[in-house]
């Protein structure tokens, strides 16, 4: 069976962490990162904490090279990239931050090929539908428009989703593409939003707690969503009876990362 395909959003401590523990695990195609490509090695290689990292470490143009392997380094979006996508096909890489741009990456390449604008405010969320034709994109707008989507073949903008949110921190479409799920603030606590992704029409609201909701994600199957929410407590929903049907707790902090293994019968976190 293949390696999953990882691509890391920033190299610091973190990131250069996730690389070790990961890179015999996964197949990691890409890293965000605004340092130099030197240093990212020198620091990959020496950490003061974990100690040298067992393997070739060198770097050459735009990638790093560890044991032959080349990885391609991407720029970003200066001060700060918020959020990647893949393609489905693994051919691109999208990042959104702090520019208000989305910048699009040839993933072989590892060179920018186009940029969409228009933003008035950070990008906090990327998502890809099936085919990988629309990109939905997410950013806080107290107006409500926080949601735009994009055709990615002819770089059209086709529409934007009225989210009842007053901030949107992350997006995300059921597998099969038919249902694109929002989380964040709302003022009525009502802070995860459904549409139907065809229609662009709101369908579903469910009221979370009096706490945000800083990540969504689908199961597999599209009948569960679980949100990470920032007084640390994870939520299993039943998206057809539109209730909390589980809660996980042990986190001491807010949890920013939520994710559903392909089989469904896990789930990570972090916080």
């Keep these: 069976m293949s390696k999953l395909r990882v691509g890391i959003n920033g190299f610091g401590r973190i990131g250069r962490v996730l690389f070790r523990e990961g890179f015999e ?24 904490a974990h100690g ?23 720029p970003g979006n200066a001060p700060r990239t ?27 390449s590892g060179r920018e090929t186009k940029s969409l604008s228009g933003y008035t405010k ?32 002819s770089g059209k903008d086709p529409g934007t989703l009225l989210a009842p949110l007053i901030q949107v921190e992350s997006i995300t479409y059921t597998q099969d593409g038919a249902t694109i799920a ?3 603030t709302a003022l009525d606590n009502k802070s995860i939003a459904l549409w ?18 800083r990540n969504i994600t689908f199961s597999p199957d599209g009948k569960r969503i679980a949100s990470a929410t920032t007084d640390s407590i994870l939520q299993i929903w039943d998206v057809a009876q ?5 809660q996980l707790r042990g986190h001491r902090r807010t949890i920013n990362n939520v994710k559903f293994s392909p089989d469904g019968k896990m789930l990570a976190s972090a916080s």
């Design 25 to 48: 695990k996964f197949d990691i195609v890409g890293i965000n990162s605004l340092d130099s490509i030197e240093g990212d090695a020198h620091l990959l290689k020496y950490d003061s």
């Design 52 to 74: 040298v990292f067992p393997a070739e470490v060198s770097s050459e143009g735009h990638n790093l090279i560890v044991n032959g392997k080349k990885i391609r380094t991407f």
């Design 82 to 108: 918020l959020s990647l996508a893949f393609s489905p096909d693994g051919n691109k890489l999208l990042s959104g931050g702090g520019d208000r741009l989305i910048r699009i990456w040839d993933v072989s």
């Design 122 to 153: 950070v990008i906090k969320s990327l998502a890809f539908n099936k085919q990988g034709t629309i990109l939905a994109s997410a950013l806080s707008d107290k107006e409500g428009n926080n949601i735009r989507t994009w055709d990615i073949v």
């Design 182 to 184: 929002a989380g964040g």
């Design 196 to 213: 139907n992704a065809q229609t662009n029409k709101l369908g579903t609201l469910l009221q979370a707690d009096e706490n945000s909701v």
């Design 242 to 246: 539109k209730k909390v049907v589980q």
